[in-house]
């Protein structure tokens, strides 16, 4: 028994969920703007700064080569074989006692690997902290 007027039974009473998903969005929004995510990196590195222009170099550095054959060159002239104390003492002897100049690696496309890997690690033994692998710029 329906005693209010204009009421039928057909009629179905409808829930507007505009309003709701418009709440839903905005706190969705707030909270994507609100948080903050931390990186926590295993390893702190601190990286250096570049500049557009070239420092000048007071010395010119000392250019270690390598041929195909995994030959060693320092400044044009070549090492009398391919050991690694070998390598180690004619860096020496062309170093002498100045550590703090640059080397700059210039090893041939076609390079076994372990001559580069060598020739960065007597670098490194005799103390030498700056050294630039050379690279050219590819033709495509």
């Known amino acids: 028994m329906n005693l209010r007027p204009g009421h039928h039974k057909e009629d179905h009473i409808d829930v507007n969920l505009t309003p709701l998903i418009d709440v839903v969005?905005?706190?969705l929004i707030f909270f994507m703007v609100s948080t903050t995510f931390d990186r926590h990196a295993s390893l702190k590195v601190q990286l250096p700064e570049a500049?557009?222009?070239?420092?000048p170099s007071a010395e010119q550095p000392l250019v270690l080569s390598i041929d195909a054959r995994g030959k060693y060159f320092i400044n044009q002239r070549q090492v009398v074989n391919t050991s690694f104390e070998t390598l180690k003492a004619a860096l020496q002897q062309t170093l002498g006692e100045h550590r703090d100049i640059s080397i700059v690696l210039r090893a041939d496309a076609n390079t076994p690997h372990q001559a580069v890997v060598r020739a960065m690690d007597a670098a490194a033994q005799l103390g030498i902290?700056?050294?630039?692998?050379?690279?050219?710029?590819?033709?495509?």
């Open 51 to 55: 500049s557009n222009k070239m420092q």
């Open 25 to 27: 969005f905005l706190l």
């Open 129 to 140: 902290t700056r050294l630039s692998i050379a690279t050219v710029e590819s033709q495509k």
